[in-house]
């Protein structure tokens, strides 16, 4: 049984640019969450897609946006990139109703910007 | 707002003693969720143990207990018989419960523990 995976694993983009990020979730999870882990922290909540709508937003700008397709897969899009964009960028799942059915992690997308 | 916050930045034990791990929070909410995260070099983040807060009971894993002080808003885990392999960052993380529970974590800064052999 797959877990969550996310694509790619690494990737380094210029300030500036635009990057799309993609998690699949795990099997029977309809719910992704994503997240911003920069270096030596906690990660800090982006948003979260539930039935291909965006359910909450944390305290990102709307250079970050996302997409969630009817398999359940996510993007996570963030334009006009920002030297402090670069982190690791997590994605979660889990299912419907959340906390009985804990959120399954991916190994993220490490982001550099140069 | 919630808040997590970790004290310890970085810990370190020895092979087969116990460790604890401080985390204490800040919120108004009477319904939610704790949770302890481990993510190890490779970076996958793993749950280790998670706590209702309407159970007074002490959540247990194996090795892995916590010692919930609701009225404190304290959360510590602890770790029994410590094993190279739990050498990792870990992370204490909030939820909201109830009607107000959109699955959204709020996470610590992290204590990066070492397990010496």
């Known amino acids: 049984d797959a877990g969550v995976t996310q694509s790619p694993t690494h990737l380094i983009k210029t300030r500036g640019q635009q990057v799309t990020l993609r998690c699949s979730p795990k099997?029977?999870?309809?719910?992704v969450s994503w997240y911003q882990q920069a270096l030596g922290q906690g990660p800090q909540f982006i948003f979260q897609?539930?039935?291909?709508?965006?359910?909450q937003r944390g305290n990102f700008p709307d250079r970050f946006s996302g997409h969630q397709f009817p398999n359940y897969s996510s993007e996570l899009n963030v334009n006009a990139l920002l030297l402090g964009d670069s982190a690791l960028y997590l994605c979660a799942s889990s299912q419907t109703g959340g906390v009985d059915q804990p959120q399954h992690f991916g190994d993220g997308t490490r982001l550099s910007i140069l | 707002a919630q808040t997590v916050t970790q004290s310890q930045p970085e810990m370190s034990v020895q092979e087969a003693e116990t460790v604890t791990l401080s985390c204490t929070y800040d919120t108004s909410e009477s319904n939610y969720y704790l949770f302890w995260y481990k993510q190890p070099p490779s970076r996958q983040m793993i749950l280790v143990i998670r706590q209702e807060a309407y159970k007074q009971q002490n959540a247990t894993e194996n090795r892995f207990s916590v010692n919930f002080q609701k009225a404190a808003k304290s959360f510590s885990l602890k770790i029994s018989d410590s094993q190279l392999g739990d050498t990792a960052m870990y992370f204490c993380?909030?939820?909201?419960?109830?009607?107000?529970?959109?699955?959204?974590?709020?996470f610590g800064q992290g204590t990066t523990l070492q397990v010496k052999p």
């Open positions: 099997s029977g999870h309809d719910t």
């Open positions: 993380a909030f939820m909201k419960g109830g009607s107000s529970n959109t699955g959204k974590l709020i």
């Open positions: 897609y539930y039935e291909e709508e965006e359910r």
